[in-house]
């Protein structure tokens, strides 16, 4: 299993401004994923990080809006640039954890953000 | 290509009621599938998942979930609600273990004493 803390919890921030958000794993993990929840829709991944190597971002979201450090196999960082109402969200960091197609994929509790 | 529904934003049963929450997958290839559920201000926590074999499969908190083929379907029950099982919960589909999942909408469990 893996336990995920993020920081912060929930934050209040201004137009305009970027907000970085931290995930601490408490195990050793190869592929890490971030992902927005906004209100009253699905999950949608925005990027693969794995460590040593660039980000994977998916259709839709840019390394410029959304850029992503992976320094060590237990943590990782997502910041969210120059943010504009339609960034608020909830963020949630993501491990898989397992091999041979017994994958088991782990969340954090997620980051809440609110843009006015 | 895989694709996920789940029928109804909102469920709404009395305490001691039959959940039954509805999802249906679309995949090109044999599908993993999963459960999820989110309480409020926390993140995911996986219910259940069909990889292969047993095609009913049984989960924390009492869930069980059943997939059939035939109807590409893989509906989340429970004999009989409690008030703690309110929480949105979230079908997944994936094409293999090491893949990434695609999230259905959730649906919202209300459950009424």
């Known amino acids: 299993s893996a336990v995920i803390s993020q920081k912060p919890s929930r934050d209040i921030c201004q137009r305009g401004t970027s907000l970085t958000i931290q995930c601490q794993v408490d195990?050793?993990?190869?592929?890490m994923f971030w992902y927005r929840q906004q209100p009253g829709q699905s999950l949608t991944l925005i990027a693969t990080?794995?460590?040593?190597?660039?980000?994977?971002?998916e259709s839709g979201f840019v390394i410029d809006k959304f850029p992503i450090s992976r320094p060590n196999l237990t943590f990782s960082t997502l910041t969210v640039s120059n943010m504009s109402p339609e960034d608020s969200s909830i963020y949630l960091c993501?491990?898989?954890?397992?091999?041979?197609?017994?994958?088991?994929?782990?969340f954090g509790p997620g980051t809440r953000l609110l843009v006015l | 290509a895989q694709s996920v529904t789940q029928l109804g934003s909102h469920v709404s049963v009395s305490e001691g009621a039959l959940v039954l929450l509805r999802c249906n997958y679309s995949?090109?290839?044999?599908?993993?599938l999963f459960w999820y559920v989110q309480y409020p201000n926390q993140g995911l926590q996986l219910l259940l998942k069909?990889?292969?074999?047993?095609?009913l499969v049984k989960g924390i908190n009492g869930f069980e979930a059943e997939f059939k083929k035939s109807e590409t379907s893989f509906h989340l029950t429970k004999p009989s609600a409690h008030m703690s099982d309110a929480a949105e919960y979230f079908c997944?589909?994936?094409?293999?273990?090491?893949?990434?999942?695609?999230f259905g909408r959730g649906t919202s469990l209300i459950v009424h004493p």
């Open positions: 993501s491990v898989k954890v397992g091999t041979g197609g017994q994958e088991t994929q782990y």
């Open positions: 195990s050793q993990v190869t592929m």
């Open positions: 990080a794995n460590q040593g190597s660039e980000a994977t971002y």
């Open positions: 995949s090109s290839v044999p599908p993993y």
């Open positions: 069909y990889t292969t074999g047993a095609t």
């Open positions: 997944a589909v994936s094409q293999g273990g090491s893949y990434i999942p695609t």
